[in-house]
């Protein structure tokens, strides 16, 4: 199977269209029509609808696609373990992640990465949205959540303690909730649509009914109206750890209650192993956020080998 035809149907579906995917793999519209014509020829199956603008996939083409990503993804591992080394991590690395936990823990180590690894680059979405990643031709997705069932590789990296955070001033004019009961009297600050706030009393989950005036569909909009005094919010200790420093925020413990804790997860299509250019992502953003975790008293996890 032609390997030059499977980059070009997995570009053309990750860049929405033909045209972009010659631009993208420096091939000319006609080339490039002609290896994924090649490609279907070979297959049997027509693997995308197309226009000169746009295309979607076929249920063939749907279907085919992981197993495109997967061709793709075993020479680049191939390339990778007989390369020398010395240069370091290679290719184009795409990752996705949740918006503050990347602007605050991802950002800062790009730069490093990159000094460091001359041949690497680097894709990030930021995004509080479960991305696809297969579809989307994403790498590696840092997740904050409950994972459910499925195809993907997930890997558990670090403990994401939490705790219940306000403003000074906020906490002045209301005073501190005491108890999980006293929430209900509260102004709470909360992802768009979540009624409830998770908690463990007595070594059993709890969930707390929470309101309050605003809510928002990302962590960087609660926390900001948060240190703006407008409402008590659960975050992660990574989330705030500058605002505590600062005494911006501070923590409102919660007698006999704590947060449910959940944990930061690299997430993978299914793949055989972990690419140099992951790998070291990964370790280095490991690196930033044991600082953190160990500060609370939790044990961060290693990275095992694929």
Same mark, same amino acid.
């Given at each position: ?9 997995? @570009? ?30 070979? %297959? ?12 979607? %996939? ?152 929470? @309101?309050?005036?605003?809510?928002? @569909? ?5 926390? @900001? ?82």
């Amino acid at each position: 199977m032609d390997a030059r035809g499977l980059q070009v149907f997995v @570009s053309a579906v990750r860049k929405g269209s033909l045209s972009a995917a010659a631009k993208h793999l420096k091939l000319t519209p006609m080339s490039t029509t002609r290896r994924l014509v090649a490609l279907e020829e070979e %297959l049997g199956v027509r693997l995308v609808h197309r226009t000169s603008r746009s295309l979607a %996939l076929t249920p063939e083409g749907e279907a085919f696609l992981p197993f495109a990503c997967e061709i793709l993804d075993t020479q680049e591992a191939a390339r990778a373990t007989l390369s020398p080394t010395e240069g370091g991590a290679t290719g184009l690395l795409r990752v996705t992640a949740p918006v503050t936990l990347g602007r605050k823990r991802i950002m800062p180590i790009v730069h490093e990465l990159l000094d460091e690894n001359p041949r690497l680059r680097i894709e990030l979405d930021l995004n509080d949205a479960m991305v696809d990643i297969v579809a989307s031709g994403v790498d590696l997705a840092i997740r904050i959540a409950p994972l459910k069932d499925s195809g993907l590789i997930a890997r558990r990296l670090v403990d994401n303690p939490k705790l219940i955070y306000a403003a000074p001033a906020y906490l002045n004019r209301h005073g501190a909730p005491r108890t999980i009961e006293d929430l209900a009297k509260h102004e709470c600050l909360t992802f768009t649509n979540f009624t409830h706030w998770q908690f463990v009393v007595d070594g059993k989950e709890r969930s707390v009914p929470v @309101s309050g005036r605003f809510s928002s @569909s990302s962590v960087d909009g609660f926390l @900001s109206a948060c240190v703006a005094g407008l409402g008590l919010a659960q975050l992660s200790a990574w989330d705030v750890q500058d605002e505590v420093a600062n005494g911006t925020l501070v923590p409102v413990p919660i007698a006999g209650a704590s947060p449910r804790d959940l944990a930061v997860w690299a997430v993978f299509p299914s793949r055989r192993q972990v690419l140099p250019k992951l790998r070291v992502f990964l370790n280095r953003f490991q690196k930033s956020l044991e600082g953190t975790v160990n500060a609370t008293g939790r044990v961060a996890c290693g990275i095992a080998p694929a």
